[in-house]
């Protein structure tokens, strides 16, 4: 399962890189505005400075919704950088534009995605990923890991080639969780990522060590 981060913050994204576990990078327009990124030039030029960090897959969210706006937006985040994937929300005209954009061997990430029956259309439509938000489906008591076990199922009974990148996760277990059902990516925010070092017994366990060790140096 590979790992992406789920920020635009920089020195985040950084830290996880420095880790060396990181396989890419996921933004969107709300992660962007919370680092106070704001402005076609601006968002643009963190692209290309978190591309220039991380050696992986760093999706790139068009704002257009018709098809034509979506397929120019694509077109010109895709030039920037050969790692950069573009993100379509799952409307009608963004499966059109993944078809194009498939079409033109463009990488694509179509997010926003929250059931089965839109997994297996963006499929169809030759999506390089999919990005069904199981936090948020979690928060109106839906039970997300059961959606990407179910999509996960259905890919692999149809034989899709649609990689599932888990998003909207909120905590280590989730993590856990797609990894027991089968997601090819997560995306997370980074605290969630370094929960999944922490156990009490291993913090005592080196504690002791540490202690016996410097017991007999003295
Ligand atoms: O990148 C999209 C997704 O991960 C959003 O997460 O926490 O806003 O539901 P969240």
């Known amino acids: 399962m590979k790992f992406f981060i789920d920020t635009a913050n920089l020195n985040q994204i950084k830290e996880a890189n420095d880790l060396g576990i990181l396989d890419g990078v996921t933004t969107n327009p709300s992660l962007m505005a919370k680092e106070g990124i704001t402005g076609a030039e601006n ?7 978190i591309c220039n960090l991380v050696d992986g897959d760093v999706s790139a969210e068009v704002i257009s919704t018709d098809f034509a706006g979506i397929v120019r937006e694509g077109e010109m985040l895709a030039a920037l950088h050969k790692n950069i994937v573009v993100k379509v929300p799952m409307i009608k005209e963004g499966i059109k534009a993944i078809k194009y954009f498939s079409s033109k061997g463009i990488k694509t990430n179509c997010t926003l995605l929250f059931s089965a029956g839109q997994a297996i259309l963006a499929a169809k439509a030759g999506a390089t990923y999919i990005s ?10 839906y039970d997300g890991i059961q959606l990407i076990e179910q999509i996960v199922h259905i890919y692999n009974i149809q034989g899709y080639d649609t990689q599932v990148l888990a998003a909207s996760i909120r905590n280590p277990v989730h993590i856990v969780k ?3 059902a089968g997601a090819d990516v997560i995306t997370s925010p980074l605290d969630s990522i370094l ?4 156990h009490p017994l ?5 504690e002791k060590f540490l202690a016996d060790y410097n ?4």
């Open 178 to 180: 797609c990894a027991e």
């Open 43 to 49: 968002i643009i030029k963190h692209y290309v400075d």
């Open 132 to 141: 069904p938000f199981l936090g948020r489906l979690d928060d109106i008591s």
């Open 202 to 206: 291993t913090d005592i366990g080196l």
């Open 195 to 198: 929960a999944l070092l922490k």
């Open 215 to 218: 017991k007999g140096n003295k």
